[in-house]
């Protein structure tokens, strides 16, 4: 019995050194494969990241195309011939003082695109006199100062859209008289006044949709741009420029009108009920090849406007129905 149990547990004592030599091997095994996912994740990052000059093909010039960079690495590649920085989907929070002066002999052409900047130092483009186009899009840029443009005495083309530019300094425009081509779509303007944008006098296209613009501030401003010939509706939906023409009927009718944001927009709403109405006097006229359904929806629209439920009767005349709405806007004004 005693030779049994030493060679029970000889045999247990053999099975756990072999248990104790698998756990280390699966262990050692396990480190191996982390190891080399570590790499593969470096390996991938490294090949994502990446600058790449080009010359272009009348030999003269440099093109410079980065991605997935930070700034200091972007500007280790290209040479004072690089006339064209293109960095796409980067981590560059903010952009230092003097940051291209190394191209500053020959750059005309910067582009940062979704590359999150927040913050851009006053002399971030000193010394680019002979940049044309600045382009800037789709960051976190919250205002446009006019120290930026001292230097940039040749610039054309400037794209601040999808940022999220609340206001732009008085004097930024009185820097930039040679632009020809601006870009402040989908930013949070309220106002751009006609009187800031008269320096720049070679303006030739305006893009400022998908902006907070207040209706007082809107019409002043498309009216101007209209009398100038400055294209600024290309870019625009249908309904804005249906909105610009509403906005110019408004302010020319009364002056106090096309001073008060307040009576802007009861302008504009009686506009949309008269054009509602005679949408739907025209349809009773001149039937048109329309379901039922939607034949019975606008019925109930109709007397859904018309209904006075205060009285509970039929209101049928436009002047009480232009009551309800003046009297509806007047209850709305603290929000309005």
């Not at 632009?179 to 870009?183: G, Q, S, T, V």
């Not at 509706?233 to 909105?243: C, F, I, M, P, V």
């Given at each position: 019995i005693e030779e049994l149990l030493t060679y029970s547990v000889s045999v247990l004592n053999e099975q756990s050194v072999v248990q104790s030599f698998m756990d280390k091997m699966h262990f050692k095994m396990c480190r191996v494969l982390l190891l080399i996912l570590v790499c593969v994740f470096v390996f991938i990052d490294?090949?994502?990241?990446?600058?790449?000059?080009?010359?272009y093909e009348d030999g003269f010039g440099e093109r410079l195309k980065c991605s997935n960079v930070t700034l200091s690495t972007a500007l280790l590649f290209g040479g004072s011939i690089v006339d064209d920085i293109m960095i796409f989907q980067s981590r560059i929070e903010s952009i230092p003082d003097r940051s291209f002066l190394k191209y500053s002999k020959n750059l005309v052409s910067l582009n940062m695109h979704d590359c999150g900047i927040r913050e851009i130092s006053d002399h971030a483009f000193d010394s680019l006199s002979k940049l044309k186009k600045l382009s800037l899009p789709y960051n976190y840029i919250t205002s446009i100062k006019d120290q930026w443009f001292v230097d940039l005495t040749s610039l054309q083309r400037l794209d601040l859209s999808y940022n999220l530019i609340t206001s732009i300094e008085p004097t930024v425009f009185e820097k930039l008289r040679g632009?020809?081509?601006?870009?402040v779509k989908e930013n949070r303007l309220t106002c751009l006044k006609p009187t800031q944008l008269v320096p720049m006098a070679s303006l030739e296209q305006f893009r400022f949709s998908g902006n907070p613009l207040t209706f007082q501030c809107r019409g002043t401003l498309t009216l101007w741009l209209q009398d100038l010939g400055i294209n600024?509706?290309?870019?625009?939906?249908?309904?804005?420029?249906?909105?610009?023409?509403?906005?110019?009927?408004?302010?020319?009718d009364d002056v106090k009108v096309a001073d008060s944001e307040v009576f802007m927009k009861e302008c504009v709403v009686l506009n949309l009920f008269n054009q509602l109405r005679t949408g739907l006097t025209t349809a009773e006229s001149f039937p048109l090849s329309i379901s039922q359904e939607c034949i019975d929806a606008r019925h109930e629209l109709t007397k859904c406007v018309a209904a006075d439920r205060k009285h509970g009767r039929e209101v049928i005349t436009n002047g009480?129905?232009?009551?309800?709405?003046?009297?509806?806007?007047?209850?709305?004004?603290?929000i309005v």
């Open positions: 490294t090949a994502i990241t990446a600058c790449i000059t080009s010359r632009l020809k081509w601006f870009d600024y509706k290309t870019d625009q939906r249908e309904e804005e420029n249906w909105l610009d023409n509403i906005l110019w009927l408004c302010a020319s009480h129905v232009v009551r309800k709405l003046l009297g509806q806007l007047q209850e709305l004004k603290s």
